[in-house]
């Protein structure tokens, strides 16, 4: 018979058709559950493929905003840093000119009690 086909049926008696009949339907139906099988199993490889590129890009994500908040953590840091050293500069400016202060009047009072 030719390919796809399956044999001639013109010299079968009724029974005998009917055989071929259910046989062609059988494997009709066995390639539609062949099919579909393999379409599921498509479908999950591609939902499992999904889950994985959501997965990555959720890990992305996070690791960009764990970045995000150690630098703005360090910024915070080396601001906080600075403004102590301007402190410290202020104090010891203020307690350089509380001793030029001192002096000078020190020194006033040296010449006056001489």
Same mark, same amino acid.
């Given at each position: 018979?030719?390919?796809? *086909?399956?044999?001639?049926?013109?010299? /079968?008696?009724?029974?005998?058709?009917?055989?071929?009949?259910a046989i062609k339907e059988e494997e009709r139906l066995r390639e539609i559950r062949r099919i579909r099988f393999e379409q599921? *199993?498509?479908a999950e490889i591609k939902n499992e493929e999904m889950r994985r590129l959501e997965a990555k890009r959720i890990e992305g994500i996070?690791? *960009?905003r764990e970045e995000e908040v150690k630098k703005e953590e360090e910024r915070r840091r080396v601001e906080r840093q600075r403004k102590a050293e301007e402190r410290r500069r202020l104090i010891d400016e203020k307690d350089r000119m509380?001793?030029?202060?001192?002096? *000078?009047q /020190?020194?006033?009072w040296e010449r006056k009690l001489k």
């Amino acid at each position: 018979p030719p390919p796809g *086909r399956g044999p001639d049926v013109t010299n /079968m008696d009724l029974s005998q058709r009917l055989e071929v009949a259910a046989i062609k339907e059988e494997e009709r139906l066995r390639e539609i559950r062949r099919i579909r099988f393999e379409q599921e *199993r498509l479908a999950e490889i591609k939902n499992e493929e999904m889950r994985r590129l959501e997965a990555k890009r959720i890990e992305g994500i996070n690791r *960009r905003r764990e970045e995000e908040v150690k630098k703005e953590e360090e910024r915070r840091r080396v601001e906080r840093q600075r403004k102590a050293e301007e402190r410290r500069r202020l104090i010891d400016e203020k307690d350089r000119m509380l001793r030029k202060a001192e002096e *000078r009047q /020190m020194g006033y009072w040296e010449r006056k009690l001489k």
